[in-house]
């Protein structure tokens, strides 16, 4: 077999995988000081004002609106642009790539949605934060392993970032599916005219980013009003843009696509993200008891990220290892494959999106559904990054399922 053009292309994919780690990496460590600022404001002399800027309206919109609903929507539209590139031309454009991140991250969404229901059956008010645990926030997964350094091989960050990324997929498919209010068939209707712009401009070969982002703010006006919620507007706009224009005249790294992520990666992670994590970690923590912290709503949450993360996902990467249906990571040990598992039960920004949307007549609910993601989140962040630490690093052989 001819290995010149095909050792060609592994060597750009790694690059544009570096330097993504690099750019999430780092945005995660500043999203864990930034976690930390935002529990000291509200657990100070200042809480009153940090509250009172969170509600202060702006054009029609609480401040707090304004950055989960709108800035919000350009992580999204981040994300999206994410999940098509690596489904059309990157780590998960062929079958093979997609079948253990694609398996591990559906036992990660189920599994923890399971223990979290098992541990608030009896509260059926409780039922609709199902989805809060079932999200991997691939920020501060990915901080952690860059603390790690070479400790962990690049094959197990590169399945973490496509388990995440797959991950990120399927909460935009549940905030679709069961977190939308009354429809307005109206704005329904104006939102559709915007798509079918957006794709007029897809398929008439327009490459202008322009165009596309003033209808995008039209669109997400329109999601807006229409009881779905705004940030599936990023989503939407994100399919539109195109991968490949023109491939006689255009490299890839060139398209209207590949220079709209460049252009939001580093904004996303050092701003939005950040301002987010500012805006929706800072809970009060006075007089909070033992007895709250095993209360339903904050228990189902934190077992579901740090027990069922875990369970799911490395549980339904062995079934696929068993059955000889995946490869194991090259390099990567047993512990290794488990401790990145560990790390998946770190929800932090889409569990506190999740949970806003779970409970939106129920504010006395905000304070226990942050305090669970943190329990969570922190427990799945201090025990992989331990046993990633202590974790030996001889080489399995890929396809011996039965070590695993």
């Known amino acids: 077999m001819d290995h010149s053009k095909s050792d060609l292309r592994p060597t750009r994919r790694i690059s544009l995988m570096r330097k993504f780690f690099d750019s999430e990496a780092s945005g995660g460590m500043i999203l864990m000081g930034v976690t930390v600022i935002a529990l000291v404001l509200a657990n100070s002399p200042v809480a009153p004002a940090y509250f009172g800027i969170l509600k202060t309206y702006v054009f029609g919109l609480s401040i707090l609106h304004w950055i989960n609903d709108a800035l919000m929507a350009v992580f999204f539209l981040l994300v999206g642009l994410e999940i098509k590139r690596e489904m059309l031309d990157g780590q998960l454009s062929t079958w093979p790539r997609r079948i253990l991140p694609g398996i591990a991250a559906l036992g990660g969404m189920a599994v923890p949605a399971l223990v979290y229901l098992a541990i608030t059956w009896n509260q059926p008010q409780l039922r609709n934060g199902w989805a809060i645990p079932a999200a991997t926030d691939i920020a501060f997964a990915l901080g952690v392993l860059a603390v790690l350094g070479s400790r962990v091989p690049t094959s197990l960050k590169i399945f973490l970032t496509a388990l995440a990324i797959l991950d990120d997929l399927g ?165 290794q494959c488990y401790g990145v598992a560990l790390l998946c039960g770190i929800g932090f920004t889409m ?43 001889e080489k399995l052989q890929t396809r011996d399922a039965s070590s695993i």
């Not at 498919?173 to 307005?184: C, E, K, M, Q, R």
């Not at 069922?308 to 000889?324: E, M, N, P, R, Y």
Request: aromatic fraction near 10%.
């Open 171 to 335: 909460a935009i498919v549940i905030i679709a599916l069961f977190y939308t209010s009354d429809l307005s068939l109206a704005m329904l209707g104006a939102a559709a005219l915007c798509l079918l712009a957006l794709v007029a401009f897809n398929r008439l070969g327009v490459t202008r980013l322009v165009p596309y982002l003033i209808v995008g703010a039209v669109l997400w006006f329109f999601v807006l009003k229409s009881g779905i919620h705004a940030t599936l507007a990023g989503v939407t706009l994100a399919l539109t843009i195109p991968l490949h224009p023109d491939p006689k005249k255009t490299r890839a790294e060139d398209s209207p696509l590949h220079r709209l992520e460049h252009a939001l990666h580093r904004p996303v992670a050092f701003g939005i993200i950040p301002i987010f994590g500012l805006a929706n970690a800072g809970v009060s923590l006075s007089g909070l008891s033992f007895d709250a912290l095993l209360s339903p709503l904050p228990l189902g949450i934190a077992m579901g990220l740090f027990i069922g993360k875990q369970v799911g996902v490395f549980s339904f990467s062995w079934l696929a290892f068993k059955l000889d249906w995946a490869d194991v990571p090259a390099g990567a040990t047993r512990l």
């Open 351 to 393: 569990s506190l999106f999740i949970g806003a949307l779970a409970f939106p007549t129920q504010p006395e609910l905000n304070d226990a559904t942050k305090i669970g993601v943190l329990m969570g989140s922190v427990l799945s962040a201090l025990t992989g990054y331990a046993l990633l630490s202590f974790a030996p690093r």
